[in-house]
């Protein structure tokens, strides 16, 4: 498994941006299939984001498609969300997560290392 730290959330208004980054331990990060997920109160986890091992490949949530942008740096060992656009229903914390997998259309359940969450609170 690799180790994830999340970083880059806080409290921004309508129509901002942050920039999310998630720092992976281990050495075999280009490995890994990486993927963005949040979960707002009362809701279950949901994928925002996804990004193939080698960075070429992407998928987003259609809420987010045009807004968000997923990449990743293997030499870094980081992969980041930025999001523009921001709107209150994107208030959440969000995750990353790897998943020991080829194929980026892998479901939730093959994302076994998780990262601790950092919030997103957007302000209308």
């Known amino acids: 498994q690799v180790q994830l730290v999340e970083s880059g959330g806080g409290l921004v208004q309508a129509g901002n941006s942050l920039r999310l980054s998630c720092a992976a331990s281990?050495?075999?990060?280009?490995?890994?299939?990486m993927g963005w997920f949040r979960q707002a109160p009362g809701k279950e986890r949901d994928v925002v984001a996804r990004i193939s091992r080698s960075g070429t490949v992407t998928r987003y949530a259609d809420s987010v498609k045009g807004r968000f942008t997923i990449s990743r740096d293997n030499v870094k060992n980081t992969v980041y969300l930025q999001m523009d656009s921001l709107n209150p229903e994107d208030t959440a914390v969000y995750y990353c997560?790897?998943?020991?997998?080829?194929?980026?259309?892998?479901?939730?359940?093959?994302?076994?290392?998780w990262g601790q969450g950092t919030q997103v609170t957007v302000s209308s």
């Open positions: 997560a790897a998943a020991a997998t080829s194929s980026i259309d892998s479901a939730i359940g093959d994302y076994n290392s």
């Open positions: 281990g050495r075999t990060f280009s490995s890994y299939v």
